[in-house]
């Protein structure tokens, strides 16, 4: 914390306790109704206690967003890790279907062939057949190759390919009236990252390829306009990027908008 103290109070408490936070991003982007990541999920059995069976006000908060679940045109999932996913599906008559019916579902085509082709524990299996397969099942999952430079999948709206936690994981570029945002997925979990890139998760597939993808991330966006929404970071989610000291920060930006978390 000595050298980041600009992380208290909003991101870490006065011993250095990290907080963290799980959101998703509900937008609107030429007419379409975007959601980016659908976070934890109501009612799932998760290895996770604090995850485990969750009973939230997420549906009832997005609608009063204006984002009623049957009327979201594209849910853009940033990779498929179990929060990240969880809202894809909710309960109806025992079997698990799609919350978001007339939406198109995106994931990279890497991340899926990765676990797909992997020996998954059980609590992961568990996550897909009531989270990824039933979205899969019903014709809404799309699959995407996403280039080097990044791959646009609505008007104004870019994959760009951040491996390393996963290997297909993407962030999201979201532009408008000259005007760029980015959401980091999980190739920045924490601002303390950003003072220190080679920070990694303990469930980073490959950690040196997302210390590598962190800092040229960071890189490409530091002392530029584009703002910066951290999936995992506690509100103030938004900021800029600012080189400091060698490494990066987070200035938080004042926001009209709070996003809509598990």
């Keep these: 914390m000595s050298r980041t103290p600009w992380l208290s109070p909003d991101f870490a408490d006065e011993q250095g306790l990290l907080r963290l936070a799980s959101h998703s991003f509900a937008l609107e982007a030429n007419g379409m109704r975007v959601l980016v990541d659908t976070g934890i999920g109501n009612g799932k059995p998760r290895a ?47 079997t698990w279907v799609p919350t978001f019916p007339n939406a ?22 568990q996550m897909f057949r009531d989270s990824v397969h039933p979205v899969r099942e019903a014709g809404l999952f799309d699959l995407v190759d996403v280039a080097d430079e990044g791959t646009d999948v609505a008007p104004g709206i870019r994959l760009l390919p951040t491996p390393g936690h996963t290997p297909g994981q993407v962030a999201v570029e979201v532009s408008s009236r000259g005007e760029t945002a980015l ?29 590598r993808t962190r800092s040229r991330l960071l890189d490409s966006l530091a002392d530029t306009s584009t703002l910066l929404l951290g999936s995992h970071f506690p509100p103030p989610t938004a900021g800029h990027v600012r080189r400091e000291d060698g490494g ?5 930006a004042p926001s009209e908008d ?5």
């Design 104 to 125: 198109r579902y995106v994931t990279s085509r890497t991340e899926w062939d990765h676990w797909a082709g992997v020996d998954m524990e059980e609590a992961r299996r």
């Design 248 to 252: 990066y920060r987070l200035v938080p």
């Design 258 to 262: 709070t996003p809509v978390g598990d």
């Design 183 to 211: 959401i980091t997925g999980d190739s920045v979990h924490h601002p303390v990252q950003m003072a220190h890139p080679e920070l990694c998760s303990c469930v980073d597939t490959a950690p040196e390829l997302a210390a």
């Design 48 to 94: 996770n206690p604090a995850w485990n069976n969750l009973n939230s006000d997420y549906e009832a908060r997005l609608r009063a967003a204006g984002f009623a679940p049957e009327n979201v045109d594209l849910v853009i999932l940033t990779h498929l890790h179990t929060d990240h996913v969880g809202w894809n599906t909710r309960a109806e008559g025992g």
